[in-house]
């Protein structure tokens, strides 16, 4: 599932080589999208090229090429829809209230809850938020508290040092708040999702990395939505 803007930069570019069979200049995606550098082209434009809906031709300057087009949403219908910050809805991985699981003998308690996997996060600098869900896996139930929860694969090593490593799974309780300190999932713009540790400067939001080869990066208020707590942590071996 494409974002917002990735889905208006695939269908503007798609548009154009229809139109004129020449792939149109940065300056013009960053126009047509309304954004205010070009850097914001690029990263979305290597986020369509790694899910695989465009290809960029190598030694030709301006050379992309359309792969593929999404299938699943009715054509049009990415194109008017806002992103939904929110990562997950619904009861998805809600812990069961104690009267309604099944008793700690069952087979079904032995293999845990089943929560969501909505994709991958970036531990490391953002990457473009993922807002669709891949699979499931089974949670220990002493691992939830209240509430929803989903997991996400970690991609990235900037958060090492608390133990958070590149490919493992982590454990996200549904929250749009955050108290100093607490390992986040933070939504960047409305676009980006990057797990953070979550610190207050003034009146600004800072995103600590727990590796000292990453900057801690600062925010005004307006640009940060928390999406939700780390709770837990599942590793293969």
């Not at 803007?5 to 300056?27: A, Y």
């Not at 190598?58 to 009715?74: Q, T, W, Y």
């Not at 970036?122 to 669709?132: K, L, M, N, S, Y």
Request: hydrophobic letters at 40%; charged letters at 25%; a neutral charge.
């Amino acid at each position: 599932m494409l974002t917002r803007k990735q889905h208006e930069l695939l269908m503007f570019i798609h548009e154009r080589l229809k139109e004129t069979g020449i792939p149109p200049s940065f300056d013009e995606m960053k126009d047509a999208l309304d954004l205010a550098s070009k850097s914001g082209i690029h990263r979305l434009i290597t986020a369509l090229e790694e899910r695989g809906f465009i290809r960029r031709l190598p030694n030709r300057a301006r050379a992309l090429e359309v792969l593929r087009l999404p299938d699943s949403i009715a054509p049009g219908l990415n194109a008017s829809r806002r992103f939904s910050p929110s990562v997950i809805e619904g009861s998805l991985g809600r812990k069961q209230p104690e009267k309604s699981r099944v008793p700690a003998a069952s087979n079904d308690d032995a293999a845990g809850v089943s929560v969501p996997v909505m994709g991958r996060i970036a531990a490391g600098v953002p990457i473009d938020a993922i807002q669709h869900q891949t699979h499931s896996i089974a949670v220990p139930p002493e691992m939830l508290s209240g509430g929803d929860h989903y997991a996400l694969e970690v991609k990235g090593d900037s958060m090492i040092e608390a133990g958070i490593l590149d490919g493992d799974t982590v454990i996200i309780r549904n929250a749009n708040t955050a108290n100093p300190g607490e390992i986040i999932v933070a939504l960047v713009d409305d676009e980006e999702a990057t797990l953070k540790r979550f610190r207050r400067k003034g009146a600004s939001i800072a995103l600590e990395a727990a590796n000292p080869a990453y900057e801690t990066r600062i925010f005004g208020p307006d640009r940060i939505k928390v999406q939700g707590k780390l709770v837990g942590l599942i590793r293969r071996y």
